[in-house]
C-alpha cells in the first residue's frame, strides 16, 4: 500500500477502517506502516480522493 502525499487531503477515513491499526497520521499525509499492514484493501475502498494505491500492482 502506498499514499500518494498530493492526493491525500488527511481526512482520516483510512485509518478508521484498518483493522491492525497500521495507518499513522503525519502533519502532511497518511503513512502506512507495512509490517504491520495485511493488505486487506480497506483503505484502497474507502479512499475519497483515491489517495492509496497498491504498491507494485502490475494491473
Ligand atoms: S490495506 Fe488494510 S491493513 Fe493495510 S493499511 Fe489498509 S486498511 Fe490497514
Ligand atoms: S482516506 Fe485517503 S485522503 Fe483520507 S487520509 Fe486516508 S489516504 Fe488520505
Known amino acids: 500500500m ?3 502525499s498530493s492526493l491525500c487531503d488527511i481526512c482520516g477515513t483510512c485509518v478508521a477502517v ?3 491499526d497500521a ?3 503525519s502533519e502532511f499525509c497518511v503513512h502506512i506502516e ?3 499492514c495485511t493488505q ?5 475502498q474507502v479512499c ?3 489517495a492509496i494505491t497498491v504498491e507494485g500492482d502490475a494491473s
Open 2 to 4: 502506498k499514499v500518494n
Open 18 to 20: 484498518c483493522p491492525v
Open 23 to 25: 495507518i499513522r497520521v
Open 34 to 36: 507495512m509490517d504491520v
Open 40 to 44: 486487506c484493501g480497506n483503505c484502497l
Open 48 to 50: 475519497p480522493a483515491r
